[in-house]
């Protein structure tokens, strides 16, 4: 009954959050999350869609997708014109839970565009791409009060997520690839810095869960968050990259 | 703080699930949820999908659609080669909640193709879809086993889905439209009859929910559904269309 | 030579028309011919296409679908990017059927969409949606004289369709699916209630067919559509949903 | 009332077939009726699509487009992926003509590929297309059978195919785009040399039309159709091009 | 060593350019090269392409594509949504390679549009397509001098294109299909009337090819296509079809 | 008439190459040319196209793309089902490059597949790309000799590739974003290691070029190349991450 690489049942993988990763661009962060690798862009246009147009409020969109290699075995590109389920699933989630860090109204007729590209893939992308995302998203947004005369602060709070699974019976944090390829039930999770939830989605893979496990569940997750929120944070006070300390609790 | 249609907030809208309105489909419903209407089949083919083929196994896939002019304002079709976002989610969301109650490999080398759609929306269309779909199912698999030879009964488990909204501050199930517009979280729910979940989707609308908001409106949709199983299964056991009354707690 | 439901060669199959059955779509009708039964809505909106903006003209245009399920077998959806041909041709025919019969100027910079989805296909799709859509105009233009403050009635004639095939070279009026598979030739009309055609399509399916033979199939539909527009009207006339006798002559 | 081109009502445009157009393709032809240019082409291919393949037995299939220069007004190419209705509904007619005068069967596993590009367009280019398609397909046969082995005749019959409209109250063969534009009723008509009809399409363009404008327009068409069959047959016989002469009747 | 059609190395196949080809276009042209023919036609809109406008300056465009029988084996038309990778390369080659003939401030807010099309294949389309389009485009540009109020002359140089492979070691100028095919090296090369390139891009088909191969393929390139600029001015200077001479040098 | 970044008109920028970039990857590497940074994997698949398959010999292909951020301001991606021309040209380009240099026979039955993603876009991305695949290439080979018991080596040369361009009238190497915006030229140029080329392809975009400037740039190119083969040698006979030096010339 023992983890792969050996973590306790509640122990996030080792994260890596760094910042300022491409030129030019307003946010860009890298995110490690074990062999997880996301590269997180946030960039900023001064328009938004035709259909928010002339309302004096701006808007977020996300996108996601994996580079062809990132999976070991080569993947197929999104290019056919029409967007598998899966991808099409994961950005409206990244979207969403931004969208609940954001002021629009204090963005003024702005878009950020979030990009959320996997390097490499060992299960979590998903949050991992919440996660990192945040983290450029309050880079872009500082750049754009510096070079774009925005006032005020559009942040209006700061979210993370993390994934949890029941494995051989037992929950687990921060499932890895193969732990994730034989979970019973895979549950993903964005939380607020003040601990209130933006989504929770739950799902039975192999096997049904009780309103327990649901519940044992989420307190996982929430903890899992806890950790990461303090590594955001840490990322963004420091001008230099940082790496996430294994915790064990 | 009163709903539209006057319910209490853990009362459901009257349900009514039509069998058999389409001849010569193995199975076919119409699930109404107060003016929710969506029509639901089943279908069975002798073929899986190339990447199942020659396992011996089956496989169980659907689709959702809204008709053109089941919001009232008239709604673009699906035909432009990318399918919006909604819809995947939607149809995967069904698709996994019928796979819950199917043992592939009773079903044999055979596909059933589930579709929803859409004739009128008036909020919770999506867990219509499933309740009504898994009648639609248990009809084909019935009319399988004695057109199609199929010995045993891959059904293993009934399952129903129900949304709860907190609205105004306050947890209600079943939104309508008009609530569903209104509302600050939105949980989509999915349950077997032995009372374990198969789908939990919160997501945070307006403002995020704290986990004592989660757990209350788990609570919530646990019971609803309970009524729905027990709204299925007068509708299977009658060779009639059955009206769920309308039941206060 | 009799046919599958013992019908005279010259008779429709029974006629429902169901006025009214969504709520909140301007007109919404579903029409059974036999056992085809499609859903017609007609929906309003206050813009027209672009390439005929600020002439302060109307527009009407049709779509038309079959419900994956409506033909037994599960038949793929339209959702590739590429409308299959036959759909394409149906929905073009519908749409000149209907503007046969509408003034787009009395209409003003209004737009009419035409939706027919067949919930149930045994023959005769085309002609039961266009019968059933001429039901579904009039209502919608109904409400909008009295809703969007449109003046004067911009409906100027009734239109209807049958069709009519050579079967086991015997011309037959409306044939069902069974028939149809077997015709030689195949001949849709649509004619106004001032007994000019609209449409008149014939097709050679397994033979050619002479100018005679032309002559009295073209005859025979017209007689048929008389009928129609005479439950058209009792449709439209009543508020109460209505069955069209059968009628032997 | 005089036509454009001071022809009599009942009168043909010029038509000219070019034959062996192509060097290397089995059947191709240019036709010209009038300002109307049309390239026709026939290839064989030794496959015949999935769905009918192992039955031994061929098929014919068309495709039709227009040139982007050929309107004098560039338009715009079919490349969206999404195939323009008319041009959809065109190809499906003359793919219908030519199989009407192919024996499947004595064809073999063998797919004749008809293909109608216009050059330059001025009314009439879907019968044309008919008209020059069977003088390649005639061709192509005769190559096959010749160097494929194809032996036996699979040609079973001649079509062709003429447009009439009527303009300003009078019917009108051969109708050039001017006319065209101006048409009241537009009737295509495709005709074997027995007399026969394969299709008959008779469209309300500004107003209907009565049972005895149908008749007159039908019989004008068959009486057109009879001078282009002569003028394919002295095409065929002849290895040189042949210019049709203008006929009066 | 001989070439399939006996010509010198450093001959040019017999050229043909036909001006004035289509009515009512205001460039069109049929040139033929050896047995490959292309339709190059010029047309001219009002308006510019959205993300130029308000410039006050013009823009040129060009596709190309080759009809399906064009090959003698059947190709597949480019109506998939994906356009090929050839076609798209060869469009944006003569695109600019038009371009740089034209001075798109004298042109003003209009566009011109190349489209080229392959009547039948026998190497060298792409170049073809240059040369003849250079034709069809100074017609066009007089058309509207005459007919748009166009003053001032756009026409800013004269370009022509010419391929040269090597094949049996030994470079060809002009290569036919055959010997394309059989290429190791295949350069196509266009160039101004001042003697200065426009586009010069070789590629190793089967071998990579030295400095001095380069050289010596450029050299013959630019004596072939000195010719070819003769032989467009001599079409343009005469009212009628002008059929290149053999030119042994 | 200095450059940007203070560089000698024939001097390359810095160029990086790491190996191994990416786990489980046959071939993974990032290289750098100045802010240039492209992600180069390649991986090995036990089959071919369809249309190669059967015939005992392998198949290399390459795909290219940009990152959304990768410009500084966002680009939209390659989704819409029509892969734009620049993008469909490159990869190309790299594909046929590589194919340059691995004899598919030696190779077997199997697909060597190519992805070029750009990080970070400064210029020269496209034969960056090239330089970078031909490591990941060597490295894939590697691994499948090892893994997958391909025996012999089918690599048969090495390949790099420099864009060269002219500025302020001046030849240059190895353009910056900021100077290839203004360059008259841009030349690219692929070339083994024997010295002998695999595409030169040189435009005009502001003005056309003499032989002489296309015979100074391409030895411009040649000479940047050689240094690139020694910059790959070092990369692939070390472990580690090389970097390779600035040299002047």
């Known amino acids: ?107 003024g007729e702005r878009t950020i565009w979030i990009d959320c590209d996997v390097l490499q893939a060992d299960g979590g992308t998903r949050t991992a791409a919440i996660t990192g995302a945040y983290v450029a998203f309050r880079d872009a947004v500082d750049w754009a009060r510096r070079n774009l005369g925005l006032s005020g602060d559009p942040v209006c709070g700061q979210v993370a997520g993390v994934s949890v699974g029941i494995v051989e019976g037992q929950p687990r944090l921060d499932l890895c690839y193969e732990e994730d390829s034989a979970a019973d039930v895979d549950l993903n999770v964005a939380m607020l810095d003040d601990g209130r939830f933006v989504e929770v989605q739950g799902t039975a893979e192999r096997r049904a869960f009780t309103s327990r496990e649901l519940d044992r569940m989420v307190r996982m997750a929430a903890s899992g968050i806890r950790q990461l929120h303090a590594i955001q944070r840490r990322a963004l006070s420091s001008g230099r990259t940082l790496r996430g300390r294994r915790r064990r609790r």
Chains 1, 2, 3, 4, 5, 6 share one sequence.
């Open 1 to 107: 009954m023992s983890r792969p690489d050996r973590r306790l049942a509640s122990e996030l993988r080792p994260v890596r959050i760094q910042r300022r990763v491409l030129r030019g661009v307003p946010g860009s962060v890298i995110i490690e999350t074990g062999h997880t690798r996301v590269l997180c862009t946030a960039s900023v246009t001064d328009e938004v869609p035709a259909w928010r147009a002339g309302r004096g409020t701006g808007w977020l969109t996300a996108e996601y997708d994996m580079l062809p290699a990132s999976t070991g075995q080569r993947r197929e590109r999104n290019r056919g014109g029409r967007l598998d389920g899966r991808t099409q699933e994961i950005q409206r989630l990244v979207g969403r839970c931004l969208r609940a860090v954001v002021d629009l109204d204090a963005l």
